[in-house]
């Protein structure tokens, strides 16, 4: 069953960065990204990884 | 007219007839379909009862202990034995399924009739008054059928219990059928008739209430594991963003050599750390002396 691992409050500016680092990762799987505020200044990254 | 004449309705001898008339129809019809319910199973060629007064010697312990002289063999007497008390089981379970669509079909068509004909019988009344004493008739019925279907709970819980009963006494059934595959004196008569009572309970009530109620176990546990591959996190912006950022540059300079070194690092940790690295470093939750201690064993530079 894969893993589901959610960070939120990232910052716009280092949300790019992030999922490139989940992205580098050879568990990963796939990635989805919402904004928390109407600014888009934050966000809930939602990734899901495969459980070894 | 008196005034009140001109406003309330008071029913003469002719109305008190015609609702009189009106009522007894209705009764009659209502008893009537309450009777003559709709079958849901065909007539059996000969009745159950008949066929359970010939199943009753497999039921008695001297007899069953002696097996018939015409097949001596053990295993053969077992088959029989157990054959004849499932099939007396499953006429039993046929009946009270029976006895279970009859009351529901009962129930409801009587019933649902009656209100139909009554709301029928309400709404081409032109009397006001006939009307809502008509009315007033159809909605008890209404009430007292609602009040039943709750009490005796047959529209809806009955189908679920009666599924569960089905698909226990299936796999209490397949134990048996498994255990019938060796001799007897590996699966003796006396085991097979405790199977065989473990088959009679599957398909009760108390038995099914309990299969569902551990089924809904079995699904919170589920549901438990599920939670727990879920980690969540909240990105970091104290004061140990700085350390927190030296980690992410060093895994940005070589993304899949370090992101695979500070893994293996992490799960060889006490406990295991199971979280992703990415997940790891930018959590508020992970302690800054578990961020320096991977610093300074990853070697990881300014």
Known sequence: MPRIEITTNVP?????KKINRYMGDSDYISHKATPEDAGEQFWTLEVILKDN | MTTSEKYFFKPGMKDMTSIFYISLLL??????????????YPERPVPADIQLKNLEWCFDYKKIQTPDPITLDPTTWRDSVINCRIYAIDLNFTIFEQSIARDNISLNTGADLAVIGLGGATAVVGNGATKSILGAISGGITGAKGGIDKDVFYSKTMPALLAQMEAQRKSQLVIIRNGQQNKADKYPLSEAIIDVE???????????????????????NNADNDIKNIYRAKYDQGATRPIRDRINRWLDSNLKENISKLK?????????????PSTWVDDSATPQTMLEKAITENIIPE
């Open chain 2, 264 to 276: 293996t690092w992490l799960q060889k940790q006490t406990p295991p750390i199971k979280m992703s």
């Open chain 2, 198 to 220: 473990n088959y009679y309970k599957a398909g009760s009530i108390p038995a099914a209430l309990q299969g569902i109620t551990n089924d809904a176990g079995v699904q919170k």
């Open chain 1, 12 to 16: 716009k500016a280092e949300l790019q």
């Open chain 2, 27 to 40: 009764v009659v019809s209502l008893l009537g379909a309450g009777c003559s319910a709709i079958k849901a």
